[in-house]
């Protein structure tokens, strides 16, 4: 196009600087950088980059899910230990995956992969994210003190989207039915597709019966939840108790 890096800058609201780094190879080129090219130029590097970066390291068993993911309208999550991965910080989330004994020449990869995927949250047309927590991940420091703090803070600047609510389950709640694990539920194409987490391995559940199970079991949870302006309330008091 005959542009100068300083100009593209310009034009993609990124330093020539910036620019330069990924031409020469020295900074990934990342969905809010690559968002916002297609944006301005009408070129489509975030479908190649959900495609193929963000395929390339996902888990094979974890793949289908990502595309189901992807083209959800409505995404219901719910995790009892830890932030769910569409939320996470890149600090978070490499602490999260190097616990989960991923290779250690995979985790930058890996960690970029995942944070890629919260691209679904702020592109055109982007999916509605209803999060369920339990009030133990913001007592469990994953770490540092600057981290959780980051980690929080970056949860209420979600909850800032019109498209995402996060819900938290007060400390005094008993047991509840999501205490079995974490769960997703996708709307695709007007059907529900599952996928719960496992110990060595992810597993997607497509059978209407076992897709039908989940739903109870993440009413039930969601039930014990507080609404979504107090649990916003309680998000900015965790927020402090990291300061």
């Known amino acids: 196009m005959g542009l100068t890096q300083e100009s593209w800058g ?30 301005v130029f009408g070129t489509a590097f975030m479908k190649f980059y959900r495609e193929f970066v963000i395929g390339e390291h996902a888990p094979v068993w974890l793949k289908p899910f990502v595309d189901y993911e992807a083209r959800a309208t409505l995404l219901r999550v719910f995790h009892p ?23 250690a020449s995979d985790l930058d990869a890996l960690v970029q992969a995942r944070i890629a995927r919260q691209s679904i949250l702020t592109k055109d047309s982007p999916i509605r994210l209803v999060a369920v927590v339990d009030e133990l991940v913001f007592h469990r420091e994953v770490v540092s003190r600057e981290v959780m703090r980051e980690q929080v803070d970056a949860l209420v600047s979600a909850c ?22 974490g769960l997703v539920l996708a709307t695709v194409e007007g059907r529900t597709v599952g996928f719960l987490d496992g110990y060595l391995r992810g597993r997607i559940i497509e059978a209407p019966y076992d897709t039908a199970k989940l739903e109870d079991a993440w009413e039930s949870t969601r039930g014990h939840a507080l609404p ?16």
Do not use: C
Request: cysteine-free.
């Open 81 to 103: 230990f830890v932030v769910p991965g569409l939320l996470q910080t890149e600090a978070y989330a490499r602490e999260v995956l190097r616990i989960f004994d991923e290779p």
């Open 228 to 243: 979504y302006q107090q649990s916003l309330d309680l998000i900015k008091r965790m927020a402090e108790k990291w300061t």
């Open 10 to 39: 310009e034009r993609v609201h990124f330093s020539a600087k910036h620019v330069g780094s990924i031409e020469r190879g020295e900074r990934p080129a990342l969905p809010n950088y690559l968002g916002m090219v297609d944006k």
């Open 160 to 181: 800032e989207l019109p498209n995402v609510q996060v819900h938290v389950i007060p400390l005094g709640t008993g047991l509840y039915a999501g205490l079995h694990g």
